[in-house]
């Protein structure tokens, strides 16, 4: 299994190597040059089995052995689930009418990132151990991604984390997640920006190779391919336990499996695509808030950022670049790199293409998709507590607002997916008029001392921030470089 950039400028790397990058050199993402199909023999092999159990499968399927053993590869997986809440670590449940949601947030920081994220330290750790060299990871999050970053990797030998988050558009929770840790490899900025704000010095960042070569500099963002991976495995998960597929009869069509997916980053729904491409038999919808551009360039091929990000109540979805739709297209058109490289490239410089009609007509065929207001947010979140007594966190009641507005197909079970615990968004559940009351770890958060540095706008902030975070990359290196220094 090798892996190439989306872009075409790049080949024949290998899961190592693809780990400890972000972008590729030619600015592109990295994806499998092939991918490997599941045929219904081996899903029905695979039903029953527990989760952790699924992700080592889909893994062993992009990681070779020679380069993490199976039996390694095994207790790296169970090592990076043990600490879930619930035994199962990922949990379904089944509400009213067929409302059946995939509940991912079992995690530390209570958010579906937890799982990918995870996984993904455990193994950048186990090739640091390995290759006794240190890296430096920089994360730009919208909310939950910086927070589980944190919480993966604090305190690990070998690995300084750098995290940039936009003050005032995340949650106090997710905040505190990120802030109240004080261990010596963490470093929190906070940005007077968006979450795409600060995605624009991190792209340059990464592609100064210099920098990224002599500094062990990585991304544990969703453009990091170990983190889709990990993804696939949700989707194989939900579709082994409940597409029904162990009543389908040897030779006939597997049944098919619904799944509707809260859209912003577009990692979620990209992982879903892929494993469609595998050969499981999933329809994909992908539903967004306010910032509607996935839904936009489905439904008009209208791929353009909005003037500016939306703040809506469903915060980790505020996002006007769906990065990993890269991945997707590069897929529909064929993993024609030249096309996707000309496309991806006018939409950085002017933040706006327009597909094809044939480009959106195979979007289409592929992936469904919808858009929820604040209302709509807060009108789903009552429903389903009124209905099931079960609350709904406002990422989640973006999903499920298509339980209640859109017909259910006949035949074909539907699954939502749960990408946070309500836990974490207090403001909007209270906004609702729901019941709230807050686990004893997140009250604790409250009394824990904070730290973080601040990014200031300025006339020219983009480039500020960049000097700014490249200095502290630099600097973080060099003094841990001088520590594990051998005495003269």
């Given at each position: 299994?090798?892996?190439c950039?989306t872009r075409?400028?790049?080949g024949?790397?290998s899961?190592?190597d693809v780990?400890f990058s972000?972008?590729?050199p030619?600015g ?5 040059e092939?991918?490997?199909v ?5 899903l029905?092999?695979?039903r029953g089995?527990?989760y ?8 062993s399927?992009?990681?070779?052995p ?5 039996d ?12 879930f809440s619930?035994?199962e670590?990922?949990?379904?449940a089944?509400?009213?009418?067929g409302?059946?949601?995939l509940?991912l947030?079992?995690?530390e920081?209570l958010a579906?990132?937890d ?6 330290v455990?193994?950048?750790s ?5 290759e006794s060299?240190r ?8 909310g939950?991604t910086g927070?589980?970053?944190i919480?993966s990797?604090?305190?690990l030998?070998g ?8 003050r ?8 505190k997640?990120m802030t109240t ?6 470093h ?11 995605d624009?010095?991190?792209r340059r960042?990464?592609?100064d190779?210099q ?7 990585m ?8 983190r889709?991976l ?5 989707f194989v998960?939900?579709?082994l336990?409940?597409?029904?597929v162990?009543?389908a009869e040897?030779g ?6 619904e ?6 980053g ?24 306010a910032?509607?551009?996935?839904h ?5 091929g209208?791929?353009?950022m909005a ?5 809506t109540?469903a915060?980790?979805?505020d996002i ?7 991945r ?8 024609d790199?030249?096309?996707?490289k000309?496309?991806?490239e ?10 094809s ?5 195979l979007l ?7 858009a929820?207001?604040d ?10 507590w009124?209905e ?9 009641a973006v999903a499920v607002?298509?339980?209640y507005?859109?017909p ?5 079970n539907?699954c939502?997916?749960a ?9 909007a559940?209270?906004k ?7 686990p004893?770890a ?15 706008r ?6 500020d921030w ?15 470089k001088?520590?594990s220094a051998?005495?003269?």
């Open positions: 299994m090798q892996y950039s075409g400028g790049v024949g790397w899961f190592r780990l972000g972008y590729a030619d592109g993402m990295f994806m499998p092939t991918l490997p599941l045929d219904p023999d081996a029905r092999s695979w089995l527990s952790p159990r699924v992700v080592v499968e889909v893994a399927l992009f990681i070779p020679q380069l993490i053993p199976r390694d590869l095994g207790v790296l997986v169970e090592e990076a689930l043990s600490g619930v035994p670590v990922v949990r379904v089944r509400l009213k009418d409302l059946t949601v509940e947030f079992h995690g920081t579906f990132k799982l990918a994220m995870s996984c993904t455990h193994f950048l186990y090739f640091l151990k390995k060299r890296a430096v990871v920089v994360v730009g999050t919208s939950d927070g589980s970053a919480q990797a604090k305190g030998p690995l300084d984390v750098v995290v940039v988050y936009p005032g558009r995340v949650t106090p929770v997710q905040e997640h840790c004080l261990e010596d490899n963490v929190v900025f906070a940005a007077d920006g968006s979450s795409d704000d600060i624009q010095p991190l960042l990464f592609a190779q920098l990224v070569l002599s500094h062990g500099l991304s544990l963002n969703s453009v990091n391919w170990s889709i990990i993804q696939l495995a949700h998960y939900a579709y336990e409940l597409s029904e162990e009543r040897p006939a069509a597997l049944p098919e499996l799944v509707v997916v809260p859209t912003g577009a990692g979620n729904i990209a992982a879903a695509f892929i494993v469609k491409q595998m050969g499981v038999p999933l329809r994909l919808v992908a539903m967004v808030n910032n509607d551009i996935v936009r360039t489905v439904t008009r209208d791929f353009s003037d500016k990000v939306t703040q109540l915060t980790a979805i006007q670049d769906p990065y990993n739709m890269e997707v297209f590069w897929l529909l058109l064929g993993r790199g030249a096309s996707v000309a496309m991806m006018e939409f950085q410089r002017s933040h706006r293409h327009s597909l009609e044939e480009q959106r007509r289409s065929d592929v992936l469904s998709t919808g929820v207001s209302e709509g947010i807060l009108e789903t979140m009552r429903r389903c009124e099931n007594l079960y609350l709904l966190c406002p990422h989640t607002w298509h339980h507005h859109c259910h197909s006949w035949g074909v539907r939502y997916v990408t946070a615990s309500p836990a974490k968004f207090q403001a559940v209270q609702a008029g729901l019941p709230f009351s807050p004893a997140l009250q604790a958060l409250d009394g824990l001392p904070t730290r973080c540095q601040e990014l200031r300025s006339a020219d902030w983009s480039k960049e000097d700014r975070l490249r200095r502290h990359i630099q600097d973080v290196y060099a003094a841990r001088s520590r051998p005495p003269p």
